[in-house]
């Protein structure tokens, strides 16, 4: 960063032989989050959920710009607290922040947040890169952060056996820690090609969106869906009680989705720590056909923003 | 751009030998602008004040993200006009729209807008570059989007008489056709060294923050101040009918405001149509005294959008 906060703008020098990769993220109150969840949490999640996008990319943190919608009763403490939790995610990205706005806002406050990251020329990569064949894979366990959410709506966030469904919808954390990896396996140097995107709204809606990119179909054996335990989730009732489900509806989990053809898939498995899920196939461009225990249940469509709210 | 909407991020490839300046704005429903006001507007002016600050520090306009609070019961066809408006404001500044993010709002609609912008290695325009006995200077009238904000506060924005503070406040240019000459005053072989920044929240509240940022003290003189038509602001009552108040007071105009010493002002003055209206010096950094007609008026401070709302 040549020039920080306090100007009009911020001022930036990409290195040489790069591109940039630019990506904006919103979490507003009452549809993303709760403020009872904690401010710092807030902060670090907001952060969360952008910088994946940089992860999805391929790119590593280049700075990131705060949007700051705050009532006008806002509590200065809420606000440090806010700070520290996005200060925290950004230091562990090695993501500076590099200015903001912040605007008065008469009911709820909302985060709007834009990220720059670098990824080396050409090599960004892309959700359209996948081929008939590929095999589809996911780089962790899914469906936890919607346990996290099925807890806090029943008021039960803070109880100590759902710690792990707590940490995972409080603190997700992007999957910068693969940047590395992915750039060895498909730079100037590396065996291939591979489709990447990250799964914020669930496996469920995001990858039909994969398959529409790439033009194919997909196959997916809910039975290899890296779901949460059966036993956690059994204790937050007979609703969130089956693990392939949470794991293709379960949103705002932030690993990654990638589609490789079987032979990088194995050179990939390990580093990335994939887990297989199903294939890329020729057919109607975006349909995803569901085998195993999933199969024949037409109404397992993901989380909608635009049709209810967490809290709520 | 390389890659626009539609995958996790957009990729954009900086060109060589150049900065890159980034900056984001936000308008909120209610605090910045009022729906009645017309959507194409309201997309044209949110556009406007975002590519402002490039214009302020002298960078051309490389891409914009959009993010859109929306309520769930707005009307497609708002939505076609907001996108109109942006889509028009952006063509004219030569901006291609590269992504962007569309979240459901409860209460009202609001627009962040981020921008990158392209200047020469090391030649951004910066507002702590002002030394002792730089002339100020602005770049246009001032006043007249504030007197656009009274018209619509009386319910009189469309009356035909009050066009050109409609325009101010609906329209606003952002001074992007002033890059050229800024690139060639204080380029590699320019002649010299100006502090610019943009005035969107008025003189009143701008001019101080560019003196803090110099470590100087500021004169203005209240009488060369190019505020509206006198006859124009007293057709709005006679609490707007104090010309150079309005000009000092007045914000949203997208004017810039330039330091430069005496003899680069001579240069500039005709290419980047300035008017001299007071200078720097030493003395408290920040602090600003009015001299001529606004001499005495403690309570000459600028809008705050934390104080209160146009449209209330």
Redesign the interface.
Known sequence: M??GP?????????P?GH????????Q?E???FERHWGWEHVGARAAAACLS??A??G?RPF?L???L?LP?ATDGSCLDAFGRGLGDALAAAGCPL????V??????V?V?L????L?A?GR?L???AGRPGDVLAVTGPLGLARLGLAAARAGRLFEPALERARHALLRPRPRLDLVPVLEALTGADGPGRLA???LSDGLARDLPRLAL?SGLAAVVDGARLPGPPPALAASLGPGEADPPALAWLGGEDYELLVAASPSLFERARAPLGLVAIGRLEAGVPGRVTLEGPLAGRPHLVGFD??AG?PGA
């Open positions: 040549l020039l306090g100007d009009d703008a911020a001022v930036l020098r990409p040489a591109d940039v990769v630019w990506t904006v993220d919103d507003v009452g549809v993303h996008d940089l999805a990319m790119a700075g710009l705060l949007a919608h006008p590099v200015g903001g706005n605007t008065r806002h008469p009911e709820r909302a709007s834009s990220a720059l990251g990824v020329r960004a892309r959700r359209d990447v995107m990250d990119a923003h635009f709210a």
